[in-house]
């Protein structure tokens, strides 16, 4: 069954009961774990159930990270899943990291300032289209009939501004569409 993990917003309480299980007093959170994923990694440890088909989630274990406190397993199902997030794409992981942020005291920026060095820079966004992910001032630096592919956009902005600026617009872009779940994620803790 292919679940909706890539859109931003989801309404918890549309989850399928067998992701996810709502009592009066309890939830469950269906999650599998496997010695040996066949995803192209061959990694060892849980995947959220809802997760099983989309090829950007890797298996996660219960380790936690050195920097912060939480494991990815416990990310993806607070911050992400229980959110109301997707569990895959830029976007969503802007909002799940300020619900990390919230949760563990984290700053998300080194996460941010990564994302946008290894993927948006190099015009790739994971869940949708560069310009609808882009902020509206480098939006509108776009020619509006362009047929510019997301790399070319993003070789264009280079050409316009400075990289240095065009990184920190981007991670402030993260900043803003993180802050902008806030809401959400409220509603759909209650």
């Known amino acids: 069954m292919n679940y909706p ?43 959220l159930n809802s997760t099983i088909c989309d090829p950007e989630i890797i298996a996660s274990t219960r380790e936690t990270g050195q920097r912060i406190n939480t494991s990815v397993f416990i990310h993806n199902i607070l911050d992400h899943f229980l959110s109301g997030f997707g569990v895959s794409g830029h976007r969503s992981e802007a909002m799940a990291l300020i619900q990390l942020s919230n949760r563990t005291g984290s700053n998300p920026r080194p996460d941010y300032e990564q994302m946008v060095r290894e993927d948006i820079i190099n015009g790739n966004v994971n869940g949708e289209d560069l310009l609808t992910f882009l902020p509206e001032n480098l939006r509108a630096m776009v020619p509006s009939d362009t047929e510019m592919t997301d790399k070319e956009i993003i070789v264009f902005l280079k050409e316009s501004l400075s990289e240095k600026y065009l990184i920190e617009s981007l991670v402030e872009n993260f900043f803003a569409l993180g802050k902008s779940g806030e809401n959400h994620a409220s509603e759909s803790w209650n």
């Open 5 to 47: 993990t890539r859109n931003s917003y989801i309404d918890v309480e549309q989850y399928p009961q067998d992701i996810l299980k709502i009592g009066n007093d309890f939830i469950q959170v269906w999650a599998t774990y496997k010695k040996v994923w066949d995803d192209g990694f061959g990694a060892r440890g849980w995947k």
